[in-house]
Structures are given as structure tokens and as C-alpha cells.
């Protein structure tokens, strides 16, 4: 199951297909008893795929046999023991991914000629990913960051591992006052490769970036380094070896402490906007907003969620869920869009928003 989302993985998600491009969407759950209800309706929501299929008379007979040996894939792939809080399965002619997300999706099918990537969006903006770059004389470990995780991230080159052949035999026999490990023209060479490789990929997905390792490995780094000049530096060694819980329990705190920062600066701008006339608060007004592309900044409560439908185009009035054209992504929908026009999204704790209804937007005019 796929976690993260790039920019270069939306662009392939969000090219067309050949139709029907199937988007299916369930909650998922983490814990018991919750997650006794996901097979039944994993199982059920994919059936319902299926049967649209069926019924879809655009979809000529190869092609959605296709499609549907393409879901029975997905369906097989998905690992209930390590879902989150939505799953999202997508399956076209030739193709299929299944995707976990640590936000809530509504359940739904969609038949298209793209797939439904709203709800990634939002999913992957509301968890804040960065990366963790650990380094030692002979291991550079990247790790992929969640709102409550860390994976390793295997790509691009990561790990990279030196052996020990590589290393200076003489200076390892040599005795008195050793120069520092990190000090040898081979490690930092090795530092350096690191830093290159980084680069490619923050190009690719640039992101916040921690770094761990030895004070001297830091401090080497920043020598040979550029990606990784800016970076925040955690002195705790051994991280490059060691597992996503230890590296997790290392970043943490700051992980937190950035979030408290970003909250308060967030209240300081909404109020800002107040006083100048260029806030939106509530749905209605954020959304109509969003559409004319006006939004700077968009805040959004991490747990806010509303059904809505269209009043006639104009206004979105609540909705339940099930009614006749309800829309129970409107926040994400929100969320893209901000994104889309250059905004600057930041999830916030419950209640941050006050009487804004769960939602605000900074305006640019």
C-alpha cells in the first residue's frame, strides 16, 4: 500500500486515462472493535465498483473484465493489519494502487477518465510530511515523516552503505591522537554523495528536513554539504542503523514544538486578517472564495467535517449523508483547490478556530 504522496505521483494520478478510470474510497479503521467492520465493507464498496461496471454500457466487455481482475488485485493487496483512516483503490485498464491515508475519506465510487485524488491531497497536506536524513561513517538512512511516524524511504539511492573495504586501513592503525572519523576525505566523500542525493529528491519533494547523527557527523555535514545546510540538526547518533520507533522518538519533540509554532503564527494571521477585511470563515464563504482563487492561507481544524450540497450554484447549505447530490469531501475539495491556486494550507487543533466553524481563510484581495 502506497503512503506518500509526491508531486511527481499526483501529476501521474491526475493524467487521463482510458476509460473508466475507478476511484473507490472506504474509512478505515486502526483499532479494535472498529476495524471488525472494515473486510465486510472493503469487500462491499469494491462489489459496488464492479457492479457499476456492469452496468456502464460505455465500458466495452474487455475492458471492464480489465478493470475488474485489476480491483480483485488491489482488494488482494490491501493489508487490513496496517490501514489508517481511509483507503483509496485505484484501477484503470492495465493499472491499479491502493493507497492508505491517516484521514477519514467518505465512501464512494467514482467512474471517470481521471482518478479522484482529492482526497490524497488533503490527506497529505493535514500530515505535515518531512524528511530525516541519519548519517554515520558508514550508513545514510532517509526516513519518510508522518503526523505519527516515521518509514524508510527506499529509493533514489537511500540507504547508502559503505563497506569497509572503503575505508583507510592506515589510519585505522595508527596511534595517539586520532583525527576525528568524520575528519577522513573518505567519510566526507561519503557525506557528500548523501547530500547529492538528497538534492534529488527535494527537488522532486521538497519537504521540512531533519538530520541525526554524531555532533562531529553534523557538523561534517554542514562542511561538505548544500541541501542540507538549512536543515535542523538532532545530536543522536546511531539513528542510521536503527528502527522507524527510535528515529520517531528522536524527532518528536520537535515535530511538536514546530506544530505549536505554526498554530500560533496561524491565529496571529487569521486575526491580522480581521482587522484588514481579508478573512473568510465557515464553508460557504471559504469555498466561494477558493473557486475565485483569493485564498492565501487556508486553516482548517484537523477533524472538521461537514456534508454539504449546492443551493442552486451559489451557496453550499447542509446536507446529509446519502442525500441527492451531498458532497461529504467538501473540505477536501477545499483543500486541493487552495493548493492548486498557490495557497498555503495548515491543519490546526480542534477548537483552534474559535467561532470560524471549523475553517478560515486568509485573502489575498
Request: with cysteine; proline share 5%; charged share 30%.
Amino acid at each position: 500500500m502506497e503512503h506518500a504522496l509526491s508531486p511527481a505521483t499526483l501529476t501521474e494520478l491526475r493524467r487521463p486515462r482510458t476509460y473508466p478510470a475507478v476511484s473507490v474510497l472506504t474509512p478505515t479503521h486502526r483499532r479494535e472493535p472498529e476495524n471488525a467492520q472494515d473486510p465486510v465493507r472493503l469487500r462491499n464498496v469494491v462489489a459496488e465498483a464492479k457492479k457499476q461496471l456492469e452496468a456502464d454500457p460505455a465500458v466495452p466487455r474487455e475492458r471492464r473484465i480489465d478493470v475488474s481482475r485489476q480491483l480483485d488485485q488491489a482488494l488482494a493487496e490491501v493489508d487490513l493489519a496496517h490501514v489508517e483512516d481511509g483507503l483509496v483503490i485505484f484501477a484503470a485498464p492495465g493499472e491499479h494502487q491502493v493507497w492508505s491515508l491517516a484521514r477519514e475519506v467518505p465512501e464512494r465510487v467514482v467512474l471517470s477518465d481521471t482518478f479522484l485524488t482529492r482526497n490524497l491531497v488533503s490527506a497529505q497536506a493535514s500530515e505535515r510530511p518531512f524528511w530525516v536524513l541519519s548519517v554515520s561513517t558508514d550508513r545514510a538512512t532517509l526516513w519518510n515523516g508522518g503526523i505519527d511516524r516515521v518509514t524508510e524511504h527506499r529509493a533514489v539511492g537511500f540507504p547508502l552503505t559503505r563497506t569497509r573495504e572503503n575505508f583507510d586501513a592506515e589510519r585505522q592503525e595508527r596511534i595517539g591522537d586520532l583525527p576525528s572519523t568524520f575528519r577522513d576525505e573518505g567519510t566526507r566523500r561519503f557525506l557528500r554523495d548523501a547530500d547529492t542525493a538528497l538534492g534529488r529528491i527535494l527537488r522532486e519533494d521538497p519537504r521540512p528536513l531533519y538530520i541525526t547523527g554524531e555532533t562531529a557527523a553534523l557538523s561534517a555535514l554542514d562542511e561538505v554539504g548544500s541541501v542540507t545546510k538549512d536543515a535542523v540538526h538532532i545530536p543522536h547518533g546511531g539513528l542510521a542503523h536503527g528502527t522507524p520507533d527510535a528515529v520517531w522518538q528522536a524527532v518528536r519533540p520537535l515535530i511538536a514544538a514546530e506544530a505549536r509554532k505554526n498554530t500560533d503564527a496561524v491565529a496571529r494571521e487569521l486575526e491580522s486578517a480581521r482587522g484588514r477585511r481579508a478573512f473568510a470563515a465557515g464553508v460557504d464563504e471559504v469555498w466561494q472564495n477558493a473557486r475565485d482563487g483569493r485564498v492565501r492561507l487556508l486553516a482548517v481544524e484537523e477533524n472538521y467535517r461537514v456534508t454539504v450540497r449546492d443551493d442552486a450554484g451559489d451557496h453550499l447549505v447542509p446536507a446529509d449523508s446519502g442525500d441527492l447530490d451531498a458532497r461529504e469531501d467538501i473540505v477536501d475539495e477545499i483543500v486541493e483547490q487552495c493548493l492548486e491556486t498557490g495557497a498555503d494550507v495548515r491543519f490546526v487543533p480542534d477548537g483552534t478556530l474559535g467561532g470560524a466553524d471549523g475553517i478560515a481563510g486568509v485573502l489575498r484581495y
